[in-house]
């Protein structure tokens, strides 16, 4: 068993931007129409998310991170689907909000706009047609920027553990 503990900062913002997915979703859902919470959610949950990805970041090229490699990871992949939920959800909302958003109608809809914007594939049959819609893209693609980031450095930092670790098993 590891005495290794677990620093609340690297999980407790992931744990926020969950609740703010569900509620996102609830939302949806039951179709509350309250654009003033679901934009103030988005943001919190967004800046919640970029806290932890640029916290992971920072404490993960100083080296002062206390939680091991695949914990981080399992943040990560966690971060990861609640990015793309997060996003989802409000472009549901933008959508339902005449020429906005071009072509999205149901929440799968959603999900494939958010995915292809975060692969920069961007196919052209779903479009970002309003000004609020074109923000919230750019936003996604800057955020993408972050994630993206997060992702290839925590990846390496996982290699270069597993080589480490790996080197000092072999008999020499």
């Given amino acids: 068993m590891s005495d290794r503990r677990y620093s609340m ?22 179709g509350a129409d309250v654009p003033a919470l679901a934009a103030v959610s988005f943001v919190f949950g967004l800046a919640c998310l970029a806290f ?41 909302t933008v ?8 072509g999205l109608n149901t929440p799968l809809d959603a999900v494939y ?13 779903i479009s970002a047609e309003g000004q609020v819609a074109r923000g919230l893209v750019l936003t996604q693609m800057i955020f993408t920027i972050l994630l993206l980031t997060a992702s290839v450095r925590l990846l390496t930092s ?5 080589t480490v670790e790996e080197g000092a098993h072999r008999p020499g």
């Fill in 9 to 30: 900062r690297t999980y407790l913002p992931a744990v926020i931007a969950g609740f703010v997915v569900v509620l996102l979703i609830v939302m949806q859902v039951i």
């Fill in 52 to 92: 932890a990805l640029g916290d992971m970041l920072i404490r993960d090229v100083r080296r002062t991170y206390v939680e091991a490699i695949q914990f981080r990871a399992l943040v990560l992949a966690v971060m990861i689907v609640e990015t793309v939920l997060l996003f989802a959800t409000t472009y549901m």
């Fill in 95 to 102: 959508s339902a909000q005449p020429g906005q958003i071009n």
């Fill in 113 to 125: 706009f958010t995915m292809t914007t975060l692969m920069t594939i961007g196919f052209g049959d």
């Fill in 158 to 162: 996982l290699v270069r553990a597993l």
